[in-house]
T-cell receptor, first 116, second 112 residues
């Protein structure tokens, strides 16, 4: 069964350092999402791509966060510099309208970021 | 901001019992989805119900949707220890495009 891949699974960094997360969506899925999930909360959208274009990045803290999906396939989310409040689970999801005729999203295992 | 709110926040039951979780949301929706998340892991899609549907079944899962009350419920019948997880409802919203808006979740603990 096709899955969304993410790496690394865990990342520990010191504040002010740069970190990057990678996501490889299910093959053929045009839509890719990055969510952030703080412990005890539900995920919240950071950025949404349709192919290589950003559809929604209204909740992305653009002073320190950046995201790209250059070839419309895999994606990278970067934080520079990291702050203590960035400690969270970063989840990637992908979807395809052609899959089930709805926008069901399939999630990767996530990257757990700890900022010290 | 969060659209959905699950109730209760936490639920503890014995194996074999049924578990019911509720979700309320604020704005009109196209569909509502339920996801499960095991501790420290990603989310797994359980079931999707469209706004024109009232009830849907999948195995031991039963979901209802009442758009007039802006609420949904997830029933897990004959629960098992493996059902221990957090459960989230997620809605789309016209202003959010296709991105999902999640509630805070219900943490279910099933003891054997």
């Amino acid at each position: 069964e096709a899955e969304v891949a993410q790496s690394p699974r865990y990342k520990i960094t010191e504040k002010s350092q740069a970190v990057a997360f990678w996501c490889d969506p299910i093959s053929g899925h045009a839509t890719l999402y990055w969510y952030r999930q703080i412990l005890g909360q539900g995920p919240e959208l950071l950025v949404q791509f349709q192919d290589e274009s950003v559809v929604d990045d209204s909740q992305l803290p653009k002073d320190r966060f950046s995201a790209e999906r250059l070839k419309g396939v895999d994606s990278t989310l970067k934080i520079q510099p990291a702050e203590l409040g960035d400690s969270a689970m970063y989840l990637c999801a992908s979807s395809s309208w052609a899959d089930m005729g709805t926008d069901t999203q399939y999630f990767g295992p996530g990257t757990r970021l700890t900022v010290l | 901001s969060q659209q959905g709110e699950e109730d209760p926040q936490a639920l503890s039951i014995q194996e074999g019992e049924n578990a019911t979780m509720n979700c309320s949301y604020k704005t009109s929706i196209n569909n509502l989805q339920w996801y499960r998340q095991n501790s420290g892991r990603g989310l797994v899609h359980l079931i999707l119900i469209r706004s024109n549907e009232r009830e849907k079944h999948s195995g031991r899962l039963r979901v209802t949707l009442d758009t007039s009350k802006k609420s949904s419920s997830l029933l897990i019948t004959a629960s098992r220890a493996a059902d221990t997880a957090s459960y989230f409802c997620a809605t789309d919203a016209p202003q959010a495009g296709t991105a999902l808006i999640f509630g805070k979740g219900t943490t279910l603990s099933v003891s054997s």
